[in-house]
């Protein structure tokens, strides 16, 4: 059913990473929609700044309801949710990323993944690879990107069999972050110093960084009271 609203998706929605974060509230229909889209699949941020464009989620909504008898039985915040994820899946498909981006990512994290392996590190997917992958990407490209592109990113760059479980789970934690984005940018000043530098290692340092914590929550002497995820700063991730 989503064919018949490709032309509803403009440039203007467009989650783009280089304009930040958008700020606001969303009430009633369109939050309970954003909420029912996010559990698609659909980044909290994409879905808060199309709820700012209701003139496009309605258009695309009666088309939808127009050509899809079952769509028009649900209610008004179904109706809208499935509409978001739709716009979503329709930019996704539109939008891949350029292969030559993708190859110089590829290009430059894999000396870092080749030391790892070397010294029997195993390699760590989770949604700050997706940060530090994606805010390369922008590097790169000097355009914006969407978190489904960065999966096929995370996908293209780390293929081994045994990662994808991870690689799932990292893009659906970054699904519901609010902060996906501030902490792209918080480590664009780190991306942009390595690509100057022609080198890259906060991949090679937070892997290593973060099997030690791993080993460390399952040795018998953790604290586990003593651990509060709650006291963890946003930024304490570039601390490698």
């Known amino acids: 059913m989503f064919e018949v609203i490709g032309f509803i998706v403009v440039a203007c929605i467009v989650w ?40 496009i989620v309605t258009a695309a909504r009666k088309e939808l309801a127009k050509n899809n008898s079952e769509f028009a039985m649900l209610d008004a915040n179904e109706q809208y949710g499935h509409t978001i994820a739709a716009l979503y899946e329709e930019e996704c ?8 981006i993708m190859e110089k990512v590829k290009k430059f994290v894999q000396p870092q993944v080749n030391q790892l392996k070397s010294e029997g590190t195993k390699l760590h997917i989770n949604d700050i690879t997706y940060v530090y992958l994606g805010a390369l990407a922008t590097n790169f490209s000097k355009t914006g990107i969407n978190l489904q592109q ?6 293209y760059v780390f293929p081994e069999d045994d990662l994808s479980f991870s690689i799932e789970n990292g893009y659906q934690i970054v699904c519901g972050a609010s902060d996906f984005l501030d902490k792209m940018k918080d480590i664009l000043p780190v991306v942009n110093k390595e690509i100057a530098s022609g080198e890259g290692e906060f991949y090679l340092k937070y892997t290593r960084k973060a099997q ?5 929550m399952f040795s018998p002497d953790f604290d586990a009271e003593e651990y509060d995820p709650r006291k963890v700063s946003r930024t304490s991730f570039l601390d490698v």
């Open 16 to 55: 783009a990473v280089i304009k930040g974060i958008f700020k606001g509230s969303v009430k009633g229909t369109m939050l309970k929609a954003c909420e029912l889209a996010e559990s698609l699949g659909v980044p909290h941020d994409y879905a808060i700044e199309l709820s700012k464009h209701p003139e």
């Open 93 to 100: 498909r539109s939008t891949g990323m350029n292969p030559e």
């Open 150 to 155: 960065i999966r096929d990113l995370v996908k």
């Open 212 to 216: 030690k914590e791993m080993e460390k």
